[in-house]
């Protein structure tokens, strides 16, 4: 159950993530279409791209880390 909601959470975060990197990708090269993005929502679009990074590769030691025990006790077992 525990690892199931750490996948959940590292799923959310990479989706908000790559979400964030399409928006960037869109008004980079939107063309004529091109907004201006104020610096402090630039700025915090920037730091939530960031921590959803940090997120993604806290989760993973997590859960890999999670699997190594699982996988110790099978071999225990046997």
């Known amino acids: 159950m525990k690892r199931s909601i750490y996948?959940?959470?590292q799923h959310l975060a990479a989706s908000i993530f790559i979400g964030?990197?399409?928006y960037?990708?869109?008004?980079?090269?939107?063309?004529?279409?091109n907004k201006h993005i104020?610096?402090?929502t630039s700025l915090s679009l920037g730091m939530v791209a960031i921590v959803c990074g940090g997120v993604v590769v806290y989760m993973g030691g997590i859960i890999d880390r999670m699997a190594a025990e699982q996988a110790?006790?099978?071999?225990?077992?046997?």
């Open 20 to 22: 964030l990197s399409v």
């Open 24 to 33: 960037g990708f869109i008004t980079l090269w939107g063309g004529e279409v």
């Open 38 to 40: 104020p610096f402090w």
């Open 72 to 78: 110790a006790e099978e071999k225990d077992q046997e």
């Open 7 to 9: 996948q959940f959470i």
